[in-house]
Each structure stands twice: as C-alpha cells, then as structure tokens.
C-alpha cells in the first residue's frame, strides 16, 4: 500500500491532454514539493517533473505539473504515442523522515 | 554528467546478505546538499524507497526494512553500498540507485536486478 494514492490507469488518445492526480496528506504532499518520475516500459526511471512544477532540461514543454494543497497533478498535452509509460509522484515524507512514492499510473495511448 | 551503475549478485538464497554496490561518476558525495539513494522495484509492482545517504552522512531508512538495512559510503571510490541481510523472496526486485539533489531523485543507475530464490 503506497503512501501516495494514484489511479491505476489511464489513457488518452493522440493529441489530447491527459492529467494524472497524487493525492497525499498534510506531513507529505502538504509539506513538501513533489517531483513526478516516468518509467517507459523495460527502462529505469527518469525524472520528469521536480519542486511541484519545474521542468529538467530535455523534457518537451507538454509536461506540466502542479499542486494545491494535498494533491499534486501531472498533465501531459498534445499526447504522443512515446509517452505510453508508468508514471509515479514522490515527494518527502516529514512523519516517515524518507521519501515516498505513489503506486504508478500506467499510461495507455490509444 | 552524472551516471550511476548498480552492481550485486543476480541470484541470493533465503536468509543470506545481499550487499549491492552503487558506482557514480560526475558528482562528489562530499559536496553539500548531495546523496545517494536506494529504490527498488518489484516484479510488476511500484517503486519502493529503501534507504538514503547523504554528503554529511546522515542516514535514513524505510522504516518497515529499518532492522535489516545499512547503507555506506566510500567517498574517495565514489561508491554507496547497501547491505540487506536476512533475505526472503519477497525481496526480489530491480534495485535502482539514484543521484539525490536534495530530494528529488534526479539521476538514475540503469538497475540491476536480484532474485530471492534457493
């Protein structure tokens, strides 16, 4: 049972914008930044998105990410057939003094 | 730029050590601000923190895996080891190290993967 709490799955078709939540609570999420990590399919995890919003060099401006209070958000627009992966939130947990992951969403491009 | 490589044994026996080695180049773990974390990844199954250390070496652990788990660093090799001990089949899993900057896991090691099996 993961800390943070995300769909299982979910799925968009070419062109259109998917968003994936991350709900947590106050001692991780409410606390801290989160960072958002996605896993292509046999690869090792790479991140995407980190303080809440921020993008690393590299990755296309179609990935954006955001959070209010509890819940963070991942949305990806313009949805292209290589961003079919599992994509997972992380922040810091202040009650665990560790990080902590959500159970992964599994991407599906249809 | 900034690599990590995992390197251990493929195949342990229950109730054995596993000791795995995190080698990195491009970064200092005695620069401030920098550690070195431990994840890993079930068959099928998300990812899961284990264990982080930092430039300072402050230590932390997952809780629940708190007992068994000791993580280590060799500055001047530019190396982290971790040693899980009493291992069970549950532990089987792809075990990533990553490049902490100072809490999101920024760089990757391509993973090495054990088998819990006897």
């Known amino acids: 049972q993961s800390v943070l709490t995300q769909p299982p799955s979910a799925s968009g078709t070419r062109g259109q914008r998917v968003t994936i939540s991350c709900s947590g609570s106050?001692?991780?999420?409410?606390?801290?930044?989160v960072n958002w990590y996605q896993q292509l399919p046999g690869a090792a995890p790479k991140l995407l998105i980190y303080?809440?919003?921020e993008r690393p060099s590299g990755v296309p401006a179609r990935f954006s990410g955001s959070k209010s209070g509890t819940s963070a958000s991942l949305a990806i627009s313009g949805l292209q057939s290589e961003d079919e992966a599992d994509y997972y939130c992380?922040?810091?947990?202040?009650?665990?003094?560790?990080?902590?992951f959500g159970g992964g969403t599994k991407l599906t491009v249809l | 730029q900034i690599t990590l490589k995992e390197s251990g044994p493929t195949l342990v026996k229950p109730t054995q050590t596993l000791t795995l080695t995190c080698s990195f180049s491009?970064?200092?773990?005695?620069?401030?601000?920098?550690?070195v974390g431990w994840i890993r990844q079930p068959p099928g199954k998300a990812l899961e923190w284990l264990a982080l250390?930092?430039?300072?070496?402050?230590?932390r652990y997952r809780p629940s895996l708190r007992s068994r788990l000791t993580i280590a660093k060799d500055t001047p090799k530019n190396q982290v080891i971790l040693t899980m001990t009493n291992v069970d089949p549950v532990d089987t899993g792809t075990y990533y190290c990553?490049?902490?900057?100072?809490?999101?896991?920024?760089?990757w090691g391509q993973g090495t993967t054990v088998t819990v099996s006897s």
């Open positions: 250390i930092y430039w300072d070496d402050d230590k």
């Open positions: 106050r001692s991780n999420i409410g606390s801290n930044s």
């Open positions: 990553a490049h902490t900057n100072p809490r999101a896991f920024e760089i």
């Open positions: 992380g922040t810091w947990d202040d009650s665990l003094t560790g990080p902590v």
């Open positions: 303080i809440n919003d």
């Open positions: 491009g970064f200092s773990l005695s620069t401030s601000g920098v550690g």
